[in-house]
C-alpha cells in the first residue's frame, strides 16, 4: 500500500513534462509524466529501489538520496522540503500556536483604516480583521477559516472570480502546514472534516500539490462595490509565531482603488 511518500512522489512524477527536464517525448506514453526508469536515472538510483519508494515498501532514503529525487521530480524548495519531512528527515513542528491576538496589534489593526487587513493563525482560522477587512469578505457568513470558507460558503464561488485557482492555491499551502504538523488537533480537525464533507476537497487534496508561496494577487467580485483586484502582502506576526498578518492593497488611481474607497465609505455610513 503506497506510503504517503509515495503517493507524494507518484503524483510529483506524473506533473513532470519530460520536455522541461531535458527527456525527448519518443513516441506514445502509457502514463503522463516521467516513467519511474527515468526519474531513477536522473536521481541515479536503481528502478527497484525508488518503485520500492512509491509503493510504499521503502519509506526511509537517505538524506542525499531524498535531495536527489526531489531535483530528478524538479521539485522547488518547497517540495524538497515536504519530501524531506514525509520520509522523516526533519523535525516536525510540535509548539502550540496562540489561537488569540495580542490585544496592541488587535487595537493597532483596528485602527488601519486604509487597506483590509487580516490576522490568520497557523490552520488560516481569521483571528482578527480590521473593519474593511470583514467587509471585503462579507463577514465570512458561513466560516472563519479561508480553507474551510471556499468549500463551505457558497458566497465564495461568487467573491472570488478565480475560485478554482485559489482553491488550489490555499489546498497545496495547508498541505506544507500537515507535513509540518501532522498531530496538530486543529489541522487534523480541519483536514478530516473537509475530507468527509467535500468531495471537491477530497479531488484537490488527493493531487498532493504543495506550494509555499501563495498567490500575489486575487480578484474579488465583491456583490457591494463590482470587481476588484487586489495585492496580497504577508508578514509573520513575530510576537506570536504561526500567526499572520495578511493586507490587501489596490494600485492608486485604479478603478479597483476607487471602488475599495467605496467599500471604506460604507463602512461609515449610519446603518438603517
Given at each position: 500500500m503506497p506510503s504517503p511518500l509515495g503517493e507524494f512522489l507518484a503524483h510529483s512524477r506524473s506533473r513532470v513534462d519530460p520536455s522541461t527536464v531535458g527527456i525527448e517525448r519518443g513516441g506514445r506514453r502509457r502514463v503522463p509524466g516521467l516513467r519511474r526508469e527515468e526519474v531513477a536515472a536522473r536521481a541515479d538510483v536503481s528502478v527497484d529501489y525508488y518503485t520500492r519508494l512509491e509503493q510504499g515498501r521503502e519509506v526511509s532514503p537517505s538524506p542525499a538520496v531524498a535531495e536527489s529525487i526531489g531535483r530528478a521530480l524538479a521539485l522547488d524548495e518547497h517540495g524538497i522540503a515536504h519530501l524531506y519531512r514525509l520520509a522523516g528527515l526533519t523535525p516536525t513542528r510540535g509548539e502550540a500556536t496562540p489561537a488569540t491576538v495580542d490585544p496592541r496589534l488587535h487595537a493597532l489593526l483596528a485602527e488601519w483604516r486604509e487597506h483590509p487587513a487580516v490576522i490568520l493563525g497557523h490552520a488560516f482560522d481569521v483571528l482578527d480583521t480590521n473593519p474593511l477587512g470583514e467587509a471585503l469578505f462579507l463577514g465570512f457568513p458561513q466560516s472563519r477559516n479561508m480553507l474551510a470558507s471556499l468549500f463551505?460558503?457558497?458566497?465564495?464561488?461568487?467573491?472570488?472570480?478565480?475560485?478554482?485557482?485559489?482553491?488550489?492555491?490555499?489546498?497545496?499551502?495547508?498541505?506544507?502546514?500537515?507535513?509540518?504538523?501532522?498531530?496538530?488537533?486543529?489541522?487534523?480537525?480541519?483536514?478530516?472534516?473537509?475530507?468527509?464533507?467535500?468531495?471537491?476537497?477530497?479531488?484537490?487534496?488527493?493531487?498532493?500539490?504543495?506550494?509555499?508561496?501563495?498567490?500575489e494577487v486575487k480578484r474579488f467580485a465583491h456583490p457591494l462595490v463590482g470587481d476588484m483586484t487586489l495585492s496580497i502582502h504577508s508578514f509573520d506576526v513575530r510576537a506570536a509565531p504561526g500567526q499572520e498578518l495578511v493586507v490587501y492593497r489596490a494600485e492608486p488611481g485604479t478603478v479597483s482603488a476607487r471602488r475599495l474607497g467605496r467599500l471604506r465609505a460604507s463602512l461609515d455610513r449610519p446603518s438603517g
Open positions: 463551505v460558503d457558497p458566497t465564495a464561488r461568487d467573491l472570488y472570480a478565480d475560485w478554482e485557482q485559489i482553491a488550489e492555491s490555499t489546498i497545496a499551502g495547508f498541505r506544507l502546514l500537515e507535513s509540518a504538523q501532522p498531530r496538530d488537533p486543529r489541522i487534523v480537525e480541519l483536514r478530516d472534516g473537509l475530507l468527509a464533507s467535500s468531495a471537491e476537497f477530497r479531488s484537490y487534496w488527493n493531487e498532493h500539490r504543495v506550494q509555499g508561496r501563495r498567490l
